[in-house]
């Protein structure tokens, strides 16, 4: 089947003969599909990798060939076409182009700002809890570990009293980098209040979870902050829980990383601590 693409005069043509790179009298002469799509790689897939490109104009070319379906594609400089391909009564095909990079944008705005701290970037409490259910969720199914740090900057009162809120803004911001610099890839690190943080492990025992957390210490540890023209530094407290099958969900474990957190602040902060359950009640004498 030969396939040919048919301008479709109502409106303004311009940007679709743009996008195509084709003349009004090579549009006019009604070019092949196939010729198009392998035109400079006009539009691909979103996230192809190199070595495929070559193969997509005629992977295209088959999904054109079978009818109806939308195919959203990314053009070289980065805009995203959503494609939609209708098949005629004559056998043929009509293909639709819009623009949706401006939709697609504005979409992960809106969705960054549902989820993210506005001051440091870092997830805001709510997806950080839900992330942790569905972590949660796999622990129980597949009895994979999964961890949970929580974190509280020392002696904040005194930053924002000695000093400036901006001040405690900058210290906050740079301890939310401290915990971006110090997790691993698969961590995720969520502001959960004023100066508190948490850190979600997955499959992370607690001994490795130990090791992450002593890494975000020193990291916060070796924090400037400059106020008044003196320099001065802040330090964190961590807590520490790995799940256990006798918690009875994510309050549970949150509530363990954050005894944890009140015993590194009791015993001097600026240290890690890890929650141990307690001993199991001995048996009343009967």
């Not at 790689?41 to 490109?53: F, T």
């Not at 990383?257 to 009140?262: E, F, K, S, V, W």
């Not at 890890?274 to 009967?286: G, H, I, N, V, Y």
Request: hydrophobic share 40%; net charge positive.
């Amino acid at each position: 089947m030969k396939e040919r693409v048919r301008v479709i005069e109502a409106g303004d043509p311009t940007p679709m003969r743009r996008f195509w790179e084709v003349s009004e009298e090579e549009a006019a002469a009604r070019p092949a599909y196939a010729s198009l799509v392998s035109r400079a790689q006009r539009a691909s897939a979103p996230d192809l990798a190199a070595n495929e490109l070559a193969k997509f104009p005629g992977k295209r070319l088959a999904e054109v060939k079978a009818g109806d379906h939308v195919r959203d594609l990314r053009t070289p400089d980065g805009r995203q076409i959503r494609a939609h391909c209708t098949t005629m009564s004559n056998g043929g095909r009509m293909l639709t182009y819009v623009d949706i990079t401006d939709l697609n944008d504005k979409a992960n705005m809106l969705e960054r700002l549902a989820t993210t701290d506005p001051l440091t970037g870092l997830y805001n409490r709510r997806h950080f809890l839900g992330s942790l259910d569905a972590e949660w969720s796999r622990f129980q199914r597949y009895y994979r570990s999964v961890s949970v740090l929580m974190l509280d900057i020392d002696h904040f009162k005194s930053v924002n009293d000695r000093y400036v809120h901006a001040v405690g803004d900058e210290a906050i911001k740079a301890i939310a980098a401290a915990c971006n610099e110090g997790k691993r890839k698969s961590d995720l690190v969520g502001r959960i209040g004023g100066e508190e943080f948490a850190v979600l492990l997955p499959e992370t025992s607690l001994s490795r979870a130990k090791l992450v957390a002593e890494r975000i210490r020193k990291r916060a540890m070796a924090t400037r902050l400059n106020a008044h023209q003196v320099q001065f530094g802040v330090t964190v407290s961590i807590g520490i829980a790995e799940a256990s099958v006798s918690m009875s969900g994510i309050d549970a474990l949150m509530g363990a990383a954050d005894q944890a957190l009140y015993q590194a602040k009791a015993e001097g902060r600026n240290r890690c601590i890890a929650w141990t359950p307690p001993p199991p009640a001995s048996r009343a004498a009967e």
